[in-house]
């Protein structure tokens, strides 16, 4: 790797971010909507809003950021684009630790308007601080940027980058305890979850819920969540083809 290289490639893909209007409305504005929606489905429900949004919180993120990035990497190999950048001396982990710093930027940028109209509108109540609410879901986002990397080198078209949520994020949603409580789950379940990043990130945000500092078990799952997202960009360069056939 190369730092200026990797900072020149972030600093290329939030330009193109920047003139994405949609894109950047996606981001931004549809975290902070549907923790709205879920406000008013929950309005008469005591305190279970503010356990579901402040997983909500994390997992938001990570869904939309797995989409995006997965969509953007399938288009620069289909158009060529990534083929005549790796003929200069940007190399592969550039590339993606590149998209990984400008989506969490962008993930910041998210997490902070999420969180403010949580708190301050919303009138999310929690133990623990939103300054660590933000930094967890950062580090989620950049989960969900490494696994869409990841899985782009498996998709052909946008179509099939799409097919991967259901198997990639879907099964975490369903495991990470947001449901059900990991402990309380079948043996073979509860041994699924602890292998699946998302439910770190459910129990790190659950620790700053309940305690009003950061905990041993907050920083431990925090740890674990971001080593999962630099295997994965590292299996996503290992596995990226320079062009789709």
């Known amino acids: 790797m190369n ?17 994405d209007r949609r894109t950047v409305g996606l981001l931004v504005v549809v975290p902070a909507a549907l923790l709205t929606l879920l406000y008013f489905m929950y309005d ?9 949004a402040l997983v909500m919180l994390g997992i938001f993120p990570f869904v939309i950021m797995f989409l995006v990035t997965s969509i953007a990497m399938l288009r620069e190999r289909t158009t ?7 003929t200069t001396p940007l190399g592969k982990l550039d590339l993606l630790f590149g998209y990984g710093l400008a989506f969490g930027l962008a993930a910041a940028a ?30 989620d986002a950049v989960l969900g940027v490494a696994l869409g990397l990841f899985c782009s080198a498996f998709a052909r078209t ?10 990639v994020v879907i099964p975490q949603l369903l495991l990470c305890g947001l449901f059900v409580p990991r402990a309380q789950m079948a043996g073979w379940l509860q041994a699924a979850a602890d292998v699946l990043p998302l439910s770190y990130a459910v129990e790190a945000l659950a620790q700053v819920g309940a305690h009003p500092e950061a905990t041993t078990t907050m920083w431990r799952d925090l740890t674990v969540v971001a080593g999962a997202a630099i295997v994965a960009l590292v299996l996503a360069a290992a596995t990226l083809r320079r062009r789709t056939p």
Do not use: C, K, M, N
């Open 3 to 19: 730092v200026r290289i990797t900072l020149s490639t972030a600093a290329r893909i939030l330009r193109q971010l920047r003139h």
């Open 44 to 52: 008469d429900a005591g305190g279970t809003f503010d356990r579901i």
């Open 80 to 86: 060529g684009t990534l083929e005549r950048l790796l």
């Open 110 to 139: 998210q997490a902070g308007v999420a969180v403010a109209a949580a708190y301050w509108v919303l009138g999310l109540d929690t133990v623990g601080t939103s300054g660590l609410v933000v930094l967890i879901a950062v580090v």
């Open 158 to 167: 946008e179509f099939q980058a799409v097919q991967f949520l259901p198997v």
